[in-house]
Nanobody, 123 residues
């Protein structure tokens, strides 16, 4: 089992930045691909970005490319999402997820999920 706990959400103005963190506990963190998804009210869950277990490749959803950056620190069992140039369309609950080895953009392929953290961006 892997337990994931997100933090760092909040309410900001458009154009601001936030940094989300996800701390993992349980099985060997370094063997898991980590990803961030988000779900806005009334909308389907959306892939934000992910990073492979080996830290060698990152992937991003089209809606956040160039603005968001994912990093991981296997020594600290942590994955972070740096979000810059936020806009109201980024308002959602953000979830951290884990699966074996490589990133998938499909949420159903993930085995473990955090409880989510709310990000609200006002104009």
């Amino acid at each position: 089992q892997v337990q994931l706990v997100e933090s760092g959400g909040g309410s900001v103005q458009a154009g601001a930045s936030l940094r989300l963190s996800c701390v993992a506990s349980g099985r060997t963190f370094s063997r898991y691909a980590m990803a961030w998804f988000r779900q806005a009210s009334g909308k389907e869950r959306e892939f934000v970005g992910g990073i492979n277990w080996s830290n060698d490749r990152t992937y991003y959803g089209d809606c956040v490319k160039g603005r968001f950056t994912i990093t991981r620190d296997n020594a600290k069992n942590t994955v972070s999402l740096q979000m810059n140039s936020l806009n109201p369309e980024d308002t959602a609950v953000y979830y951290c997820a884990a699966r074996s080895l490589v990133v998938s953009t499909t949420g159903l392929n993930y085995d473990y999920w955090g409880q989510g953290t709310q990000v609200t961006v006002s104009s």
